[in-house]
């Protein structure tokens, strides 16, 4: 039978994956936003710099959400190494040497 927590680490891959789409669409979104927001300011004057300064502190805040991701992602993949290094450590011990070994 399958661990369930697999198919957890599976589900959190997946989200995490999805999220950081999702965020990349955004700030490719947010670019030509401001990249149209820039001509018009450009234009027009000062009436589009707040929207231009939105815009910019909403592409810092995606990408700061985007290093979160990363940082996750980094964490997951620590924890599944030294897992997998404490695996093939305790593979290579016989039960017996185990248990002698902590008295």
């Known amino acids: 039978m399958a661990d369930p927590r697999a198919g957890e680490l599976q589900d959190v891959l997946s989200t995490l994956q999805a999220q950081w789409d999702a965020l990349e ?3 490719e979104e947010i670019n030509r936003d ?8 450009r ?20 990408k ?3 290093l979160e991701v990363i940082g ?3 964490n997951l993949n620590a924890h599944v ?7 093939r450590s305790l593979n290579t011990q016989s ?4 248990l002698h070994r902590e008295r």
């Not at 401001?34 to 300011?41: K, P, T």
């Not at 039960?95 to 185990?98: G, M, N, R």
């Open 25 to 27: 669409a955004e700030i």
């Open 34 to 41: 401001l990249e149209q927001c820039e001509g018009m300011l």
């Open 43 to 62: 234009r027009y004057g000062e009436w589009f710099i707040s929207p231009v300064h939105h815009l910019k502190d909403l592409r810092r805040s995606k």
């Open 64 to 66: 700061n959400q985007m």
């Open 72 to 74: 996750a992602m980094e």
């Open 81 to 87: 190494q030294s897992s997998r290094q404490l695996i």
């Open 95 to 98: 039960p017996y040497d185990l």
